[in-house]
């Protein structure tokens, strides 16, 4: 809408002195008119300071500005140059609005320079399942646009507060040529089908073994809970973690190394000597994990390897 247009409707309802129980649909009506004029003209920002921004925060109003962002932004035809020099993209939904997916931000991605992309409160649980087999007989898997992503050179992979299932983070992986920090946190679970299976990763991981360094996957307490239920399939373990050899740090979850013969028999040490959560027998610990950390324990039903004070901001 032109924007002599708009101030004039706006000042025409302004100017019919009615009741605010009458005037106010009217403003809202013309407000949500205006709301794609609102968003071109931040996109349009955006796109005039695009070869120099570094850093790229998207906090969005409505979810459908990804739809907007990307078309325009990224798909046009004059795409060659733009968005060269940003490093990281962080992302958020709406507040009020806690589910974001992941289909429309596979543009970002193929930023030159993108090292590090996090994103807040995304709720994914189709991306990458399997969608069945083709009559040529391959597995087909739900991909969308991510199709068209390969080797990106991202290398920070951060999902906080979020629902997304271990299919989705086999994309995000498998799109990246050599990843150096990866962190999920795995939210609560809705029903079994939303189970985060672990030992899934295994392909994905394993194809970084020779960058990964930094790895967290931390289960919030509702999740710890409800997986516990009843009637919940085990979620399989990390059984491959000794094959990630650059790895220095990592945080995973209690449950994730069941493969040890009776974990509840591993003691935690008490003597004034030992740390808080240190292991009694590490020796027998150190056997599903990567070789040589500084130190193991245990917190919050949570394996801490390496020094991990600084991964992320987990203590």
């Excluded at 920002?45 to 907007?68: Q, T």
């Excluded at 940003?86 to 931000?105: E, H, M």
């Excluded at 610990?285 to 950390?293: A, E, F, K, N, V």
Aim: one cysteine or more.
């Amino acid at each position: 809408m032109p924007e002599d247009a708009f101030r004039q409707l706006r000042r025409a309802i302004d100017e019919l002195d009615l009741p605010e129980s009458l005037a106010d649909p009217w403003r809202w009506r013309l407000e949500k008119m205006g709301m794609p004029r609102a968003a071109v003209c931040a996109e349009l920002c955006l796109l005039l300071a695009s070869r120099k921004i570094k850093h790229v925060s998207l906090r969005l109003s409505v979810l459908n500005d990804f739809l907007a962002i990307g078309h325009i932004l990224f798909e046009t035809p004059n795409w060659s140059g733009r968005f060269d020099q940003v490093q990281s993209v962080s992302v958020a939904p709406p507040s009020d609005i806690r589910q974001l997916d992941l289909y429309n931000l596979a543009y970002l991605f193929k930023m030159p320079n993108l090292r590090r992309f996090e994103i807040l409160g995304c709720e994914e649980h189709y991306l990458g399942r399997s969608e069945g087999w083709n009559s040529q007989g391959q597995l087909e898997a739900n991909l969308g646009p991510w199709r068209l992503v390969q080797d990106s050179r991202v290398e920070t992979i951060v999902i906080r507060e979020g629902a997304i299932r271990h299919c989705a983070v086999n994309v995000l992986l498998n799109a990246c040529q050599a990843v150096k920090y990866l962190h999920v946190e795995v939210d609560l679970l809705k029903s079994e089908w939303d189970l985060f299976q672990f030992f899934r990763l295994e392909d994905a991981l394993c194809r970084h073994a020779e960058s990964l360094e930094y790895l967290a996957i931390v289960q919030n307490q509702k999740n710890k809970e409800r997986q516990g239920e009843s009637g919940f399939r085990h979620s399989g373990c990390l059984s491959f973690l000794p094959r990630l050899d650059n790895l220095r740090s990592a945080v995973v979850p209690l449950r994730a190394l069941t493969s040890i013969p009776d974990i509840g028999s591993i003691e935690v040490a008490s003597s004034e000597d030992a740390s808080p959560g240190e292991l009694s027998n590490e020796a027998e610990i150190r056997q599903y994990l990567p070789p040589s950390p500084e130190r193991i324990s245990i917190c919050n039903d949570n394996v801490h390897y390496g020094s991990t004070t600084h991964l992320f901001g987990l203590g």
